[in-house]
């Protein structure tokens, strides 16, 4: 058996890509760091030759990153001096809005250059970097396709992540007809998940039959895990109904979701791929803590995304078990009958074939989340590299 439980999860899983979900400026940092202990699992492995500025080979395990404004603050905090010189070099003319944008997107450009090898390797199909779009037009379709052009402008292995509101799911088959690829954040419904499908759909037919270049498109629909089962309203309602939420129930819940619309994008064929992201440590099982948004994915034909803390805890407790092909297994009844009572809605939103949603932007976390972002977003325009 592989020491690697990376490789295995893979190995046992056709289609599988996982991915870092921070940037990948930050690898070394971590391998130095927290990380130091799995250097030799070869997450992403250098391209021979490469000196001043490493990229990472095709014989990486891993094949693709994640980050969004968080995540690019955190480069700007870690290599500051760096990126000062940058902006003093390439945006000291600018207004303070002018010049976030552009660090922001050569931030991810950086990042997609590491990651090249194995987008050229790939045939184009592996190795992209996720850029996200300002959270705060998540309303507005005009200004999040003109920010998505931008973006992808800067490389063609720089995917858009656009929000999972109405108007960014519009936006998902305004781009796709251009050839531009997408994922879509902020999904915590199969409703959320088909819709960004049927989107992707409408765009490929359009920018098949316009002529489009296609050659860097594809389109991921994201499940945000832990933020879905961490709100607070679950165990509100839970204790209100006197249901007691494990911390097995609540990965369970998540995993319900990912599972069931896993299986409505295969029998349905369509051109997105699913990505799971969000990821939290748990449950512990028999004195070990599990990773179950991992493990109880395994066999899925998707892509998933982890933070390094779930690779330092996936790769220490996983060497000698086993991870078995488990995606299209049922959800235990008993646990998804107690998971659908705190929210009376859940059965309806999981069970059923729905139409894209009129709007998600009054899904609770995402109203939860616009406040800190835009608090993050704000103070990296006055201090960028701070």
């Not at 130095?32 to 095709?58: H, I, K, M």
């Amino acid at each position: 058996m592989n020491a690697n439980p990376v490789v295995r999860l893979k190995d046992v899983s056709p289609g599988m890509e996982v991915w870092w979900d921070t940037s990948p400026l930050l690898y070394g940092e971590w391998l130095q760091g927290p990380g130091r202990e799995f250097a030799a699992a070869g997450l992403f492995a250098l391209e021979p030759g490469d000196t001043a500025r490493p990229r990472f080979s095709a014989a990486s395990v891993l094949d693709g990153a994640t980050t969004n404004q968080p995540l690019t603050w955190q480069v700007l905090e870690k290599q500051g001096p760096e990126w000062a010189a940058w902006l003093e070099s390439n945006a000291s003319g600018a207004d303070p809005r002018e010049a976030m944008w552009r660090v922001f997107v050569e931030v991810a450009a950086a990042g997609a250059d590491r990651l090249a090898p194995i987008f050229e390797a790939s045939g184009r199909r592996m190795g992209q970097i996720c850029c996200q779009v300002d959270p705060r037009d998540l309303c507005d379709v005009d200004a999040m396709v003109a920010q998505a052009r931008r973006i992808h402008a800067a490389r063609p292995n720089i995917m858009v992540k656009m929000p999972g509101t109405q108007e960014g799911i519009e936006g998902v088959r305004i781009l796709t007809a251009e050839g531009i690829p997408t994922n879509v954040t902020l999904g915590f419904t199969v409703a959320q998940l088909l819709a960004v499908g049927e989107a992707a759909k409408a765009g490929l037919a359009d920018a098949e039959a316009n002529g489009a270049d296609l050659r860097n498109w594809r389109s991921c629909a994201v499940m945000m895990l832990g933020r879905y089962e961490d709100h607070p309203v679950f165990r509100e309602q839970a204790q209100a109904r006197g249901i007691e939420l494990t911390d097995a129930d609540l990965r369970w819940a998540g995993i319900a979701i990912f599972r069931k619309a896993h299986r409505l994008f295969r029998e349905r064929g369509y051109p997105s791929k699913l990505m799971a992201a969000s990821m939290r440590l748990g449950p512990t099982v028999d004195g070990i803590q599990r990773v179950w948004h991992l493990e109880k994915l395994a066999g899925a034909d998707a892509v998933l995304t982890v933070f390094p803390n779930i690779f330092e805890a996936f790769l220490r407790a996983y060497r000698d078990l086993p991870l078995p092909s488990v995606v299209d297994e049922p959800v235990p009844p008993a646990t998804l009958e107690k998971n659908s009572r705190p929210f009376p809605t859940l059965p309806r939103r999981t069970r059923k074939t729905v139409s894209p949603p009129q709007t998600s932007r009054s899904t609770p976390r995402c109203e939860r989340r616009r406040p800190a972002s835009q608090k993050r977003w704000r103070r990296s325009k006055r201090s960028p590299a701070r």
